[in-house]
């Protein structure tokens, strides 16, 4: 079972900067894929910023240019780095990652985040 548990959520003024966390823990081979969703209250989760192993990155265009996502491999931990935050990027943040279990066949799981506020006030 893999568990994946976010921090750095909070209040904060537009313009203004947060760096969210998220853990992975439990037993699994290898941690694929890690990346960042949202949820705005009455919206559907969309796709924030998603990274590979091996580093390559993928952004949605809202955030493009303010938002840098990455990842400690050793630590099994990706981040997101948000600057000039806006009242539309209010919304719960999920954590996302894929990973191959120990035991065979070793098909490639999604595990999801227990989500950490942002609010950005203007």
């Known amino acids: 079972q893999v568990q994946l548990v976010e921090s750095g959520g909070g209040l904060v003024q537009a313009g203004g900067s947060l760096r969210l966390s998220c853990v992975a823990s439990?037993?699994?081979?290898?941690?694929?894929?890690m990346g960042w969703y949202r949820q705005a209250p009455g919206s559907q989760r969309e796709l924030v910023a998603v990274?590979?192993?091996?580093?390559?990155?993928n952004y949605a265009d809202s955030v493009k240019g303010r938002f840098t996502i990455s990842r400690d491999n050793a630590e099994n931990t990706v981040y997101l780095q948000m600057n000039s935050l806006k009242p539309d990027d209010t919304a719960v943040y999920y954590c996302?990652?894929?990973?191959?279990?120990?035991?065979?066949?070793?098909?490639?799981?999604?595990?999801w985040g227990q989500g950490t506020l942002v609010t950005v006030s203007s």
């Open positions: 990274i590979t192993r091996g580093g390559s990155t």
């Open positions: 996302n990652a894929r990973y191959t279990p120990l035991s065979f066949p070793r098909r490639e799981l999604p595990v």
């Open positions: 439990g037993r699994f081979f290898s941690i694929n894929d």
